[in-house]
């Protein structure tokens, strides 16, 4: 069954992608600014790439988040997907596999990306965000870095279907301004920000797939 789910993702991530639609559902905001696209990138914007890596466990579609180190940045002990910034002369595609092997100790042969979903910009970071998806046909060796990671978060990817899930607080930016945050709640933690803006998209492609087993 595995087998369909990539087969229908894969097809899906071929067609146009929602894009800004499908993040701005889970955009954080200021209530007297919700007009006004707060997210467009700077010129000197730096770019970073992620990856979403999805695998079968228990006969059920998961995927791998990181819930980062405390430490002097804008996204100390956040949850997120493996990734972080380019270095000199990468791409992307090249980061995100790199930093996914360093993070949470997944080799490039252990999956297949099978598309990109839409760049993302953080404004608190000033940092361009491309986010891959990737599949495997079985669980991963999961082993996190030591200094750039706390928990490794193991999250069926149902969670981020369940409405039950999905919440709204404020919170404090890191230039300190206070926004009203949607959220999903995973292991009693808060993912929020441009993670769940990119989950947020993901989670459009799979309900376009045409394949009930993925909407599980």
Not at 168 to 183: D, I, N, Q, R, T
Not at 186 to 209: H, K, P, Q
Request: glycine content about 4%; proline content about 7%.
């Amino acid at each position: 069954m595995f087998d369909n789910f990539i087969v229908a993702l894969e097809k899906q991530l071929k067609e146009p992608l929602p894009g800004r639609e499908a993040q701005k559902l889970m955009q954080p905001y200021l209530p007297l600014l919700s007009k006004f696209d707060l997210r467009m990138p700077k010129n000197n914007a730096k770019e970073s790439a992620v990856m979403a890596l999805i695998y079968p466990k228990r006969d059920q579609p998961h995927i791998v988040l990181i819930e980062r180190a405390i430490y002097k940045g804008v996204h100390s002990g956040q949850i997120s997907l493996p990734g972080g910034k380019l270095e000199a002369d990468e791409t992307p595609l090249v980061c995100a596999i790199r930093e996914t092997c360093e993070e949470v100790g997944v080799q490039k042969n252990d999956y297949h990306v099978i598309g990109n979903l839409t760049k993302t910009y953080i404004p608190p970071s000033n940092f361009n965000v491309q986010p891959f998806v990737a599949v495997a046909d079985k669980p991963f060796d999961l082993e996190k870095d030591q200094r750039e990671v706390s928990t490794i978060l193991e999250t069926p990817l149902s969670y981020l279907f369940d409405k039950d899930r999905r919440k709204e607080k404020w919170m404090k930016s890191a230039v300190g301004l206070k926004v009203k945050a949607p959220y999903f709640d995973i292991y009693d933690r808060t993912l929020w920000g441009a993670t769940a803006m990119i989950l947020s998209e993901l989670i459009e492609v799979v309900s376009l797939a045409p394949q009930e087993y993925l909407k599980r």
